[in-house]
C-alpha cells in the first residue's frame, strides 16, 4: 500500500555513492504487496503476493539491472500465497511459509529451493518450526535463518536456520525481543540482524 492507495508496480533503484533514487521499469507481473523478493548473481527474482481482492499469486519473475527488463520465470510450484519469506544462497532462491486465505486462513511451512540455470523448484525439507506468516529471513555464509512471525497460536519469537547441504532445519537462540510479525531481517558481515 501507499499514502495513495492500492498495491503497486512501480520499482527504483538506490544509489548509496549518489545517495539516490532512480525509476525503474515497472514490475512486469500484476500490481501486489507481501511478495517475496530474493537476489541471486547480478539479478532480483520476485514472486507471490496478494492484491486486496482475495487474489493471491504464484508467479514468478526475475530483474536484470543491465537490461531494466523483467522475464517471467516458472511459477512457484505450490498453492499461491502471500507473507512468505525468501533469501538466497550459494546461487539458489529459496522460499517458504506464508499464508493464503480461502474461506479460513491456511498456513505453510513448506519450503522450496529455485535454480535459475534450470529455472525449476524443488521442494526441501519443511520449515522446522510451526507453520507461519509474516515471518523474517536471511542468510548468513552458507546458511539460511527464519524467525518470527504469526500463526493461529499468536506471535512466535523463535529462529531457526537452515543447512542446504543437509537439507535440515536447526533451532537456534530465541529472537531475543519481544515476538512479533511484520518485522524486517538483513545480514551483513556474518551476522544477522532483525527488528522494527
Known amino acids: 500500500f501507499s499514502s495513495n492507495g492500492g498495491p503497486k508496480k512501480e520499482f527504483w533503484e538506490y544509489d548509496p555513492t549518489l545517495n539516490s533514487w532512480t525509476q525503474k521499469s515497472d514490475f512486469a507481473g500484476p500490481a501486489r504487496f507481501w511478495a517475496v523478493g530474493f537476489s541471486i548473481g547480478n539479478n532480483g527474482y520476485v514472486g507471490t503476493g496478494y492484491n486486496n481482492y482475495l487474489i493471491y499469486y504464484k508467479d514468478f519473475w526475475e530483474y536484470d539491472p543491465a537490461l531494466n527488463a523483467w522475464i517471467q520465470k516458472t511459477d512457484f510450484p505450490l498453492i499461491e500465497r502471500y507473507k512468505a519469506i525468501g533469501f538466497s544462497i550459494n546461487g539458489k ?13 491456511i498456513y505453510h511451512k513448506d519450503f522450496w529451493e529455485y535454480d535459475p540455470v534450470l529455472n525449476n523448484w524443488v521442494e526441501k525439507a519443511d520449515f522446522g518450526g510451526p507453520v507461519r506468516y509474516d515471518a523474517v529471513g536471511f542468510h548468513i555464509n552458507n546458511k539460511g535463518y527464519l524467525g518470527t512471525g504469526q ?6 519469537k523463535d529462529f531457526w536456520e537452515y543447512d542446504p547441504a543437509l537439507n535440515t532445519w536447526m533451532q537456534k537462540a530465541d529472537f531475543a525481543g ?19
Open 93 to 105: 532462491g529459496y522460499l517458504g511459509t506464508g499464508s493464503t486465505y480461502y474461506n479460513e486462513e
Open 151 to 156: 500463526s493461529k497460536s499468536g506471535y512466535a
Open 178 to 196: 519481544t515476538a512479533r510479525a511484520n518485522a524486517i531481517a538483513f545480514s551483513i558481515g556474518g551476522k544477522g540482524y532483525a527488528g522494527t
